[in-house]
């Protein structure tokens, strides 16, 4: 294989993921329902997402072998604080994978006030996620929103301001 190419692809694998970090969020159709799971906290209790029904779900998918995930969960932490003073607005972050002590130790280190859900046998794949970190806007209704491929800096102004109008905006009558 041709050393130029090969750095191509390497370039595109490291510099796609932070090019997406300035970009809003993808639309979906709100015909599009998000199918319903129940997986395991970090605490073993189960958490479902028809639970979370009456409020906006961001739920994000992550590893803790993904270095820029590990790092967007503090942004995260900040849009979470930020919309939950003024939106019925949770935050789901489910790890793809088996590493429970890995999870743990990450959050004694940097914690977080939302949900961390474990999908040890990766059962979301329905969901249908292209790469990590992957991030879905949920409806109160249950139905997806938006979607980001890659990392987003959750916290920045442009951000929350984005996500504060679409929450303001929204017409549950739209839906289904």
């Known amino acids: 294989m041709n050393l130029r ?18 970009r809003l969020l993808d639309p979906m159709p709100l015909t599009m329902i998000a199918q319903d799971f129940s997986l395991p906290k970090v605490n073993g209790d189960k958490q479902t997402l028809k639970d979370l029904r009456g409020s906006f779900v961001l739920v994000n998918f992550w590893s803790t072998e993904c270095v820029i995930c590990r790092a967007e969960l503090t942004s995260l932490e900040d849009l979470f604080d930020q919309l939950r003073k003024d939106h019925k607005f949770e935050v789901l972050a489910i790890h793809a994978g088996p590493d429970l002590k890995g999870v743990k130790e990450l959050l004694e280190v940097s914690p977080v006030s939302f949900k961390i859900l474990m999908d040890p046998d990766l059962q979301m794949g329905q969901w249908g996620v292209p790469q990590l970190p992957t991030s879905y806007l949920v409806t109160p209704d249950g139905s997806f929103y938006y979607r980001a491929i890659g990392t987003r800096v959750w916290n920045a102004p442009y951000m929350v301001d984005f996500l504060r109008e679409v929450m303001n905006g929204y017409d549950s009558s739209t839906s289904l």
């Open 5 to 22: 190419y090969v750095l191509l692809i390497i370039g595109l694998l490291v510099v796609a993921p932070i090019a997406n970090a300035e």
